[in-house]
């Protein structure tokens, strides 16, 4: 999952915006949750898109986006799992 904040409440980097997956893994259901940094090494840079491992679970996963400067209430929305997502505030 790639983040864009809107630039307003949340930075364009969507720095600091905490992000819950939901899923059902062999008939059980989990949880996992990353959240969005920026670190930099001598000469590298992180990757700031959050990958998530799912196995073999659901064809969808629910995903719950607290963006950065709003922590009120989660963002929620469901995706395919192995792809992509590019994900705007």
């Not at 915006?17 to 920026?38: A, L, W």
């Not at 986006?65 to 209430?73: A, E, L, N, Q, V």
Request: net charge positive.
């Amino acid at each position: 999952l790639a983040f864009e904040g809107n630039g307003t409440s949340c930075n364009r980097d969507a720095a600091g915006t905490q992000v819950t997956v939901e899923s059902v893994k062999d008939g059980k259901p989990f949880r996992q949750y990353r959240e969005v940094q920026i670190a930099n090494g001598m000469a590298a840079q992180n990757d700031m898109r959050l990958l998530f491992g799912l196995g073999k679970s659901s064809e969808e996963v629910t995903v719950s986006i607290f963006w950065c400067g709003d922590r009120s209430k989660p963002d929620q929305r469901r995706f395919k799992i192995n792809q992509y997502h590019q994900i705007r505030q």
